[in-house]
């Protein structure tokens, strides 16, 4: 990593955070995987024609069973030319098959958007919660802290289990079994954040001006607190879509009612068996790149907010 | 703090803890109204009249015409009893289904997490060691790789791999199905496929000397054994090669080496232990995780644990079951971590006073 001189003159802070990014190149590629993901799922959003994607949002049986045009063996076929993924077929059987490819490119935006719904309405919740908690202190702090502690004490794969056996098996509130599970670990972390910055002399300074406590809260700790938690969202972006993947993988969302990645593994869960290994190994694969470039991404920002590696 | 008020500080914190699970699981199932309540311990083949007599006894039993705050002093005494429903699967208790399926993923996960120790110390402990030389970028770049995976995709990669493709291992079930008529004629088996005493075939099979059965068992236990690891090494290697960074950063270590200490003596006789210390505070991530794991990892490999039953239970509405396995995972993972703070104020007097 190069040395980033301090600039002479006014202070630029985002110019700085950005050249720190910048400077780290495993980040940059990170963050191109991520627009590209990004960029794809805008794509199939607007003008689904542009990729060739022509496959309804349902994959219910009857709507699905509008057979590819060039698929004409019943079997998948390997990857080739035409269909650089391969084909996957729906699983009935003489329904046809489908271009794996086209198929992932559309289950992307399920993906993208469910992951970040969870972490952003989970950090936004959790952090406020553990912020306010930790800076009034005493009672509703402990409170909030045995409450956090009840959700760790469940493994969450399972409480995710018992949570969508609740609430109903969709993939809107497998996403909301999700923010129930995520919240605590950000209103943890908001409080430990807050801990840390409760006791500094600027606080006391806002104090002693007389600032209100919503305002100490608002605008002297919540700016101290949000760009860690940013980090720490860009990290969980990429747990949150295995974990969601994994649980559509062992049939959580019945019959795949949704073009999702991991519901896409789980329509190749008996053919890849058989020798059809891309069924599974594609979709699989896409969410491995996902969650490596938000991973790495997030790695570029937690530099970007050291102090000891900025300077 | 001595480490008697330490252990009892830790023990009334349990206390919160365990009644908030309760509440939680209590919540969960009745979140779905009476009738999901009730399919909890009536079977669903069940019908007319006999239905209906037990419905009016569950009823009265669980005061369920009573407040909520009132039903969970009922239920919770229910719990406490044993009685935590009946399988709608096979019609056995809740509980007498724990005792059978429990030990395999005990089994599974003992193994997995010593593995995981086993490889991930030496590679942690060598990648800080030899920092930015092209191994230590290597295992960054593979721990990260296998970081991203969803763990799905580790288990089904080397069930296709090892299991369908080139038949290394077995990669279905506990034990070969062509071996099962043979198991039944045995003393120690009984006639819903369970063995005595353990209820895990492979310590079973050793425990009355049928060593062909232990063999063909232990094959079966490779597969999700090793899936289970790679699920959960490379979070664990990342935490030991940052705190053996921290640890070699340190004064007492250039100290050491100022003095002429051997580089390999440095790494292993003073930086090592410290570095180890505080990766003890990850088991209770390892242990969620591994609990988590177990879910997918057995149900990909149809390996007949608690998390394969739950999966099953899942799938077949099988409520009882599905909440059941929420508590009785949540105590277990709640005892484990207590067990695991008590040890590490024990190994680290530090972490008393904080």
């Known amino acids: ?28 590629a990170g963050l191109v995987i991520f627009l590209l ?71 992307i935006r399920i993906d993208l958007a469910i992951s970040l719904f969870v972490v952003l309405v989970g950090a936004a919740v959790g952090t406020v919660i553990g912020v306010v908690s930790a800076y009034i202190g005493r009672l509703l702090d402990e409170a909030m802290m045995r409450i956090t502690d009840v959700f760790f004490s469940v493994p ?69 607190v949000v760009p860690p938690v940013l980090v720490q969202i860009s990290l969980d972006v990429g747990t949150v879509v295995g974990i969601f993947a994994t649980l559509a993988f062992i049939g959580v969302i019945p019959n795949a009612l949704v073009p999702e990645l991991g519901a896409l593994a789980n329509i190749g869960l008996n053919l890849a068996p058989l020798g059809y290994w891309w069924t599974v190994i594609v979709p699989g694969g896409t969410i491995t790149l996902f969650s490596l470039a938000v991973n790495l991404m997030g790695d570029g920002l937690r530099d970007v907010i050291d102090p000891r590696r900025r300077s | 703090m001595k480490l008697w008020v330490y252990v009892l500080r830790r023990l009334i914190l349990l206390v919160p803890t365990l009644i908030g699970l309760t509440l939680l699981v209590f919540a969960l199932e009745h979140a779905g109204g009476p009738s999901v309540f009730l399919a909890l311990y009536i079977n669903p083949h069940l019908t007319g009249s006999a239905r209906q007599q037990l419905v009016d006894q569950l009823t009265a039993r669980f005061h369920l015409n009573d407040p909520i705050y009132v039903q969970y002093f009922y239920w919770l005494g229910a719990i406490l009893q044993g009685d935590w429903g009946t399988s709608a699967q096979n019609g056995q208790a809740v509980t007498t289904n724990f005792v059978w399926f429990m030990p395999n993923t005990i089994m599974l996960t003992v193994v997995a997490s010593l593995l995981t120790w086993v490889i991930s110390i030496p590679i942690g402990v060598y990648s800080a060691t030899r920092r930015d030389s092209v191994l230590d970028q ?47 004629s045995k003393s120690w088996f009984d006639s819903n496929a369970v063995s005595y005493p353990t209820h895990i075939y492979l310590i079973d099979a050793l425990l009355h000397g049928d060593v062909p059965i232990a063999w063909n068992a232990f094959l079966h236990v490779i597969l999700p054994a090793v899936a289970l690891t790679l699920a959960l090494l ?23 080496r100022a003095k ?55 799938l077949n509405s099988d409520i009882a079951v599905v909440m059941g396995s929420t508590l009785v995972f949540g105590i277990v993972l709640v005892l484990t971590t207590l067990i695991l703070d008590i040890l590490y104020g024990f190994l680290d007097p530090r972490i008393r006073y904080e």
């Open chain 1, 1 to 28: 990593m190069e040395t980033i001189k301090e600039e002479k003159g006014r202070f630029d802070e985002w110019k700085l955070s950005a050249r720190v990014f910048f400077a780290n190149r495993t980040a940059v």
């Open chain 1, 37 to 107: 993901f990004v960029g794809d799922a805008i794509i199939v959003e607007v003008a689904p024609g542009l990729v060739g994607v022509q496959y309804p949002d349902s994959v219910v049986p009857p709507l699905f069973s509008i057979t590819h045009p060039e698929c004409v063996n019943q079997a998948p076929e390997p990857p080739s030319f035409d269909h650089p993924f391969g084909t996957t077929e729906y699983g009935v059987p003489g329904e046809g098959c489908l271009d794996v490819l086209q198929l992932v490119m559309k289950a």
């Open chain 1, 156 to 224: 969450f794969l399972i409480l995710a289990l018992a949570l969508s056996f609740v609430l109903g098996r969709t993939v809107l509130n497998m996403a909301w079994a999700l923010i129930i599970i995520w919240w605590p670990l950000y209103a943890r972390y908001g409080r430990s954040l807050t801990l840390s910055t409760k006791e500094a002399t600027y606080i006391e300074a806002a104090k002693a001006a007389g600032s209100g406590r919503l305002k100490i809260m608002f605008k002297h700790i919540f700016p101290n």
């Open chain 2, 138 to 184: 290597g295992v960054r770049v593979a721990t990260f790789t296998l970081y991203s995976m969803p763990i799905f995709l580790i288990g089904f990669a080397l069930f296709l791999t090892f299991g369908t493709s080139w038949h290394l291992l077995p990669a279905q079930g506990n034990i070969d199905d062509n071996l099962l008529p043979t198991l039944s």
């Open chain 2, 234 to 256: 490379a979070g664990i290697i990342r935490i030991l090669r940052v705190s053996m960074l921290e640890v070699l950063d340190q004064d007492y270590i250039r100290l050491a």
């Open chain 2, 260 to 314: 002429g200490v051997p580089e390999r003596t440095v790494n292993n006789f003073h930086a090592k232990k410290n570095a180890l210390l505080p990766t003890v505070t990850t088991f209770g991530y390892l242990v969620s995780g591994l609990f988590g794991g177990a879910v997918v990892i057995e149900e990909i490999f149809g390996f007949k644990g608690i998390g394969w039953w739950t999966t099953m239970a899942f």
